[in-house]
């Protein structure tokens, strides 16, 4: 292929036709709209979606001479490679959990650290301090370096990947409201990580009453993981990779992104309870205009399962039905205010998905997307990792 393929001249701009008119995405504001555009129009970026088409307009390839390419062969093409980058990056957060982790343990464990973990069951022990610490630290690594990675590779300005600007309060109400129902129908005890849990039970074995409140390290953890793991997992999640996505339209971005999100998370459980609460995490992104949204959804899932778990605790015959009814009431003046939101405020009746249109139906978007080596292989990978913590 020749340069020609890669620099095309436009011989009557009267008859050009740019496919990213096709894209609206003021549904959140003019300036993010405008900001979209111009990331997408960056014809170096190979992440990037912006077909453009003459009828004078040709590429000559060898072997074929000149020839009209197409949108649907430039959009297969551009999505393809974001998909297999996504991939890539939750490729390297398997990684970072199943083999990086294990290997930093047993090293620190050698070099004489309190801290051990066997190589066939994710069960950590050792000295409180040194468990945090260990925690904390394999876990932003696990985030940072595929939030590096993305960075880096779809070269998209900060405004851009992560919006802040709130369209109305009211929407933000309504992804409370979701946040709350998506936390009840996922089985709240399901909400903490494994990390989270594992550090829970690891700190209950130090007192005979199950108390860990009193322990710096739990509260330390605690904040760590409710607030700064679920900001930085939504700036991934919902962040860059998210914004990338919706190039091919919000419908198929909710899903991608959300799959992607379940592989990420290390045990059978955490990954359908976080496909849930990502699907509304990512509307409430799309509706409310601004990352706060769904990080705000995350942090309120984490709480619930920091609540519960706590809850659980207490040994006594009332705990079961305590519990239950926290979760009915917590699911009833949920579904209450997205009730009066939809009927008397008329949120509802505000547009979530951007207006899109495509060559290739979503449906085929989706199954390509799962033939890509990358993809297709960290979800295995997954699935194959959560299934040994089941069996072993």
Not at 39 to 67: A, C, D, L, M
Not at 194 to 205: A, G, N, Q
Not at 241 to 249: E, K, P, T, V
Request: charged letters at 15%; glycine letters at 4%; aromatic letters at 10%.
């Amino acid at each position: 292929m020749t340069e020609l393929d890669e620099n095309i001249t436009e011989k009557n701009i009267g008859e050009a036709l740019n496919e990213s008119d096709n894209f609206d995405y003021s549904t959140q504001c003019s300036e993010y709209n405008a900001r979209f555009i111009k990331w997408r129009q960056n014809k170096q970026n190979p992440y990037t979606y912006s077909y453009s088409y003459n009828s004078r307009e040709s590429v000559f390839i060898e072997s074929k001479g000149f020839v009209h390419t197409n949108p649907a062969e430039v959009e297969n093409v551009r999505l393809s490679k974001l998909v297999s980058l996504i991939g890539v990056v939750l490729l390297i957060a398997l990684g970072v959990e199943n083999i990086f982790k294990k290997l930093f343990i047993n090293v620190l464990g050698v070099l004489g650290v309190n801290i051990h973990e066997t190589f066939y069951k994710s069960i950590v022990v050792g000295g409180r301090r040194e468990v945090t610490v260990v925690l904390i630290f394999v876990a932003l690594l696990k985030l940072l370096i595929p939030l590096i990675v993305v960075r880096a590779q779809l070269k998209m300005p900060n405004a851009l990947a992560y919006p802040s600007k709130l369209k109305n309060s009211g929407e933000l109400v309504l992804a409370i409201a979701t946040a709350v129902i998506a936390s009840v129908v996922t089985l709240i005890p399901n909400a903490f990580s494994e990390d989270s849990k594992e550090m829970f039970y690891f700190l209950r074995s130090y007192d005979t009453d199950g108390s860990v409140l009193g322990h710096t390290e739990f509260i330390v953890f605690t904040i760590f993981d409710v607030i700064f793991f679920s900001i930085l997992f939504e700036c991934l999640f919902r962040g860059r990779m998210f914004i990338a996505l919706r190039q091919y339209g919000d419908v198929y971005a909710v899903a991608i992104s959300s799959v992607a999100s379940a592989i990420f998370m290390p045990d059978i459980s955490s990954m359908l309870s976080i496909l849930i609460v990502s699907i509304a995490a990512s509307i409430a992104m799309l509706r409310c205009g601004t990352i706060y949204a769904p990080a705000m959804v995350h942090v309120i899932y984490k709480v619930f399962g920091l609540g519960i778990n706590l809850l659980e605790t207490n040994t006594t015959d009332r705990m079961l039905m305590i519990r239950n009814a926290i979760m009915a009431v917590a699911f009833l003046a949920a579904v209450l205010i997205l009730l009066i939101l939809y009927k008397i405020m008329e949120i509802g009746s505000a547009k979530t998905f951007a207006r899109y249109t495509s060559d290739i139906p979503l449906r085929v978007k989706l199954l390509s997307s799962f033939k890509i080596i990358s993809f297709t292989g960290a979800l295995v990978i997954a699935l194959v990792a959560a299934a040994m913590k089941i069996i072993i």
